[in-house]
């Protein structure tokens, strides 16, 4: 007698494992060629297709089971449109699903799709209600740490609570939870932490006694050309050089990554200083296949290395071309660091690569068609201050700020009190020694943030404390008003209780009482400091720098000995025939031969004529006598009385 199917498919149910995929997928398949709507059969079917990895075969399966199956199996069908990259889909499908492994699947595509705020949304609502799954917790700190990770490359890290921020003793324990905290410092610039947290994370990777060693290495692999990232960061390139030769880049696991660590290995690269060579590695990386890709921030950074690649290249044309395109696309004003960066690549190339005054000339004229490009203005403050010029830089900016707060566009005033840019405004007004504008313009900057729905924290705080040292009532009431709203939303913030009780000190003290206990002791504050020492120890003064002038001064020149001026060497052809070395030169070998204190005129003429001259002989004295009837004066020579007895008698005629 031939056996069930049916039964068969049941006994295998009931004593399978994770390794019996296969036969339950054929169990399945028999019992559809006896009873072929059998819907327990399907479901089975697409379960196996979908541990098998076969998630195209798991959704034709879905469709050709009808809607009866599709209402059956949401979860497995939101399951299968998210590992095939159709991630619009499954949203759709999972939204609003009560069933928890279906909060898990949204939760995998918000973080797939980038929209890490709903994916920290929904694994926070997971944490609050313990499952019934084994194991969950942990997978639950994991993925919440990734997501973290995410939201600080993403530029969003204000939405991490700040008792995430640090790594808790539980996230030291799994090599997992150490990378995705790791992960979190290496997005906000905190290197040396990143560094030392991504080695915790490898020695426990290497430690687990339940992974193969072939296991091992996929799991350290992407943790080792984290380090070799985080070592070129820190300037340690022969310890990430010296990393990287110890990473096979065919062995890491997942095709992005693999992309990552090629381009951390040619950057990391101390001996290839060739740009075409560089471009020629860059381009060999093979491309990514249909479902995967890059995160963009990833994107972002890959992006910006092809370009800089260029610029090294001398490819300035190209490089304009391409990122006008993508700049033009994209509204203006904006905030996008993306676009911004491409901006300021645009304009090194249109500089080409040159900096100071001969890139202005280059970069101002297109000021002038893109007035709103964010990214080229800052480009052009940047090389103001470079060249010393702080005056213009303010300018433009403020010239910039006007324009938009006569715009009436929500955006474009998001723009102007962007905490980046009121920022940089602010630097150049302490830089020029301009105190009083920077109250007014972070008072303008707190106004328009204390509006919005998600404030600025850190403006707030700046805004804050700039306007406690004002002396001016409204401003004293505008602190006190920020320093409460910032208090009301963290009553542990230790800045936002100090300006709390700093706003208030003057006019009611008694309503700070309490918060003074939570406010480091005066005593402890100057335990340190030596007051005697201070006072006798004066006041510093600080000279102003001179700045050198890179001209040769002619005075020192004036004081070096002869013998340390560097001699130049004259061609033989130039020196003169009978110049013998050593010889001291005729210092009046310029002058005409007659000119000379050497020169002897032959003949009784020449002689007479060379006594008359003035130059080494005697300077006659002359006097000048009037002639009778006023007919004018004539020159004689004046005789001298001395010299008579030496004179010799002249001989008479015989």
């Known amino acids: ?386 060249t010393n010029n702080p005056g213009p830089a303010i300018n433009l900016l403020e010239t910039f700020f006007k324009r938009l707060e006569e715009s009436t566009t929500p955006q474009d005033q998001d723009v102007r009190f962007a905490p980046g840019l009121v920022a940089v405004l602010v630097s150049l007004y302490h830089l020029s020694g301009r105190k009083a504008p920077i109250k007014t313009e972070l008072a303008k900057a707190a106004t328009h943030w204390r509006r919005k729905s998600k404030p600025s924290l850190s403006l707030l705080r700046a805004a804050g404390t700039a306007l406690l040292e004002s002396s001016n009532p409204e401003d004293l009431s505008t602190a006190r008003d920020i320093f409460t709203s910032l208090r009301n939303q963290d009553p542990n913030d230790r800045t936002a209780i100090a300006g709390y009780v700093a706003s208030y000190a003057t006019t009611d003290i008694a309503k700070i009482s309490s918060e003074l206990d939570k406010l480091t002791p005066v005593d402890r504050l100057i335990s340190g400091i030596d007051a005697e020492a201070l006072e006798a120890a004066g006041i510093p003064t600080f000279t102003p720098s001179v700045p050198v002038s890179k001209k040769r001064a002619a005075e020192s020149e004036k004081e070096k000995p002869a013998q340390e001026l560097k001699k130049r060497k004259i061609k033989k052809s130039k020196m003169p025939k009978d110049f013998e070395e050593g010889k001291k030169v005729d210092p009046e070998r310029w002058l005409p031969l007659r000119d000379r204190s050497s020169y002897r005129p032959k003949g009784k003429k020449g002689k007479k004529k060379a006594a008359d001259l003035t130059q080494g002989g005697v300077v006659k004295e002359e006097e000048s006598l009037e002639l009778a009837g006023g007919a004018g004066t004539v020159k004689v020579e004046k005789t001298t009385g001395g010299g008579g007895g030496k004179a010799k008698k002249k001989k008479g005629k015989k």
């Open 1 to 386: 007698m031939a056996s069930n199917p049916t039964a068969t498919l049941t006994s295998l149910l009931r004593g399978s494992t994770i390794e019996d995929h296969d036969e339950v997928l054929k169990a399945a398949n028999a019992v559809l060629k006896a009873s072929k709507n059998n819907p327990d059969a399907i479901h089975t079917r697409v379960v196996a297709l979908l541990k098998l990895d076969r998630f195209d075969d798991a959704l034709r399966a879905l469709d050709d089971g009808g809607d009866k199956l599709a209402e059956r199996c949401i979860l497995e069908k939101a399951y299968a449109l998210y590992k095939t990259g159709k991630l619009a889909e499954a949203e759709q499908l999972a939204q609003g699903g009560k069933k928890r492994g279906l909060q898990h699947v949204a939760a995998q595509v918000a973080y797939r799709a980038e929209k890490f705020e709903d994916a920290a949304s929904i694994y926070k609502e997971l944490s609050a209600h313990q499952g019934p799954i084994e194991g969950e917790e942990n997978d639950l700190r994991i993925n919440s740490s990734a997501v973290n990770a995410q939201l600080e490359w993403q530029g969003n890290g204000d939405k991490v609570e700040q008792s995430r921020k640090k790594p808790s003793r539980e996230d030291l324990e799994a090599f997992e939870t150490s990378y995705n905290a790791a992960c979190g410092c290496i997005a906000r610039g905190d290197f040396g932490a990143g560094g030392v947290l991504l080695k915790r994370a490898r020695d426990l990777c290497e430690a687990l006694d339940e992974l193969s060693d072939e296991e091992k290495r996929a799991e350290v692999l992407p943790i080792m050309v984290q380090q070799a990232y985080v070592f070129t960061k820190l300037g340690k390139l022969e310890e990430a050089e010296a990393l990287q030769k110890m990473i096979n880049i065919a062995d890491v696991p997942e095709p992005p990554s693999r992309v990552i660590a090629q381009n951390n290995a040619l950057a990391a690269s101390t001996t290839n200083d060739n740009p075409f060579m560089a471009q020629r590695v860059f381009d060999s990386v093979p491309k990514l296949s249909h479902g995967e890709k890059f995160f963009e921030h990833q994107s972002s950074i890959l992006q910006r290395n092809k370009y800089a690649i260029d610029l090294q290249s001398q490819k300035y044309s190209g490089v304009a071309t391409s990122t006008i395109s993508t700049i033009s696309k994209s509204p203006s004003p904006t905030i996008s660091p993306y676009i911004n960066t491409l901006s300021v690549i645009n304009a090194a190339a249109h500089a080409h690569n040159e900096s100071g005054k001969t890139s202005l000339k280059a970069i101002l004229p297109l000021l002038e068609k893109r007035p709103n490009d964010v990214g080229l203005i800052l480009v052009i403050i940047q090389l103001y201050i470079l």
